[in-house]
């Protein structure tokens, strides 16, 4: 085991610019084919935090800093999420028309990925390609959630299938099909998002990343030959590993119709 390393730390300048750096690659243009509905990402927020403070940033810079007085482990130093897993900072969010991302600054982030001997997060692009990634997952949940909550068009999907019993047809064509949220699928999205970020902003990252991925994928290779025998599972059963060899095969197949792919079945089709 290593001594904590940030158990101390405070936040710098460059930490914060880091992040504002992030957003706004989020928000370039090249992005657009991917977050076709920017107005889905516009209410999350970002939350952080150091050794003492938890930090809360809007996409348009705004920053409030609230006291935590709680312990940062090392652990919670190593990435992001798109949810806030930390009970103690997670009280202290009141704003409930907001959804938050949570996770690391960048310096106690790529430090750490240092001491990981295989890890390919140790560098500024890595961590803000991360954050992409968050806002990959919120972008999928948010077109995905409304297939079960939306009374309107489940009761068109329902019409329509009882016309289809009837031999008709003529609400077909109107019809937008989107599969329901599934865990895999988020994971895929969200390794598109930034794999797509990396390839057009940060070439050199990209390279690091490849080697990293075709590393890991031929393990994986060997390990479901192996498993062949003894277990039924895949180990594309895990949404991780899944993201990292679909998502590959989807943005080579497709190009960027890899979205529509994930989002909208009636795109691709047409
Ligand atoms: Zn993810």
């Given at each position: 085991?290593?001594?904590?390393?940030?158990?101390?730390?405070?936040?710098?300048?460059?930490?914060?610019?880091?992040?504002?750096?992030a957003?706004?690659?989020?928000?370039?243009?090249?992005?657009?084919?991917?977050?076709s509905?920017?107005?889905l990402?516009?209410?999350t927020?970002?939350?952080?935090?150091?050794?003492?403070f938890?930090?809360?940033?809007q996409?348009?810079?705004?920053?409030?800093?609230?006291?935590?007085?709680?312990?940062?482990l090392d652990?919670?130093?190593?990435?992001?999420?798109a949810?806030v897993?930390?009970?103690?900072?997670?009280?202290?969010l009141?704003?409930?028309n907001?959804t938050?991302?949570?996770?690391?600054?960048?310096?106690?982030?790529?430090?750490?990925?240092?001491?990981?001997?295989?890890?390919?997060?140790?560098?500024?692009e890595?961590?803000?390609?991360?954050?992409?990634?968050?806002?990959?997952?919120?972008?999928?949940?948010?077109?995905?959630?409304?297939?079960?909550?939306?009374?309107n068009r489940?009761?068109?999907?329902?019409?329509?299938?009882?016309?289809?019993?009837?031999?008709?047809?003529?609400?077909?064509k109107d019809?937008?099909i989107?599969?329901?949220?599934?865990?895999?699928?988020?994971?895929?999205?969200?390794?598109?998002?930034?794999?797509?970020?990396?390839?057009?902003?940060w070439?050199?990252?990209?390279?690091?990343?490849?080697?990293?991925?075709?590393?890991?994928?031929?393990?994986y290779?060997?390990i479901?030959?192996?498993?062949?025998?003894?277990?039924?599972?895949?180990v594309?059963?895990?949404?991780?590993i899944?993201?990292?060899?679909?998502?590959?095969?989807l943005?080579?197949?497709?190009?960027?119709k890899w979205?529509d792919?994930?989002?909208?079945?009636?795109?691709v089709v047409?």
């Amino acid at each position: 085991m290593f001594p904590a390393m940030f158990e101390t730390y405070i936040a710098t300048k460059k930490d914060f610019d880091t992040i504002k750096e992030a957003l706004k690659y989020l928000n370039k243009k090249e992005l657009d084919f991917i977050f076709s509905e920017r107005k889905l990402l516009k209410n999350t927020a970002l939350v952080t935090y150091d050794s003492k403070f938890m930090y809360i940033i809007q996409q348009g810079g705004a920053v409030e800093k609230i006291e935590h007085n709680t312990k940062i482990l090392d652990d919670d130093h190593l990435g992001w999420r798109a949810s806030v897993t930390i009970e103690a900072l997670k009280g202290k969010l009141t704003n409930t028309n907001l959804t938050y991302i949570s996770g690391p600054f960048p310096t106690p982030f790529i430090e750490l990925h240092k001491k990981k001997r295989t890890s390919p997060y140790t560098s500024k692009e890595s961590y803000m390609a991360t954050i992409i990634h968050e806002f990959g997952h919120v972008y999928y949940e948010n077109v995905k959630n409304s297939w079960f909550s939306d009374y309107n068009r489940n009761v068109n999907i329902l019409e329509t299938v009882v016309d289809l019993y009837e031999g008709k047809s003529n609400k077909l064509k109107d019809l937008i099909i989107k599969l329901p949220e599934s865990y895999i699928e988020t994971e895929i999205f969200a390794f598109c998002t930034d794999y797509t970020a990396t390839s057009l902003f940060w070439p050199e990252y990209k390279k690091v990343l490849d080697v990293n991925y075709l590393r890991s994928t031929k393990k994986y290779l060997k390990i479901e030959r192996e498993n062949k025998s003894t277990l039924e599972e895949s180990v594309l059963d895990d949404p991780h590993i899944a993201s990292v060899a679909i998502g590959k095969i989807l943005i080579e197949k497709y190009g960027n119709k890899w979205v529509d792919i994930l989002l909208v079945m009636d795109r691709v089709v047409s």
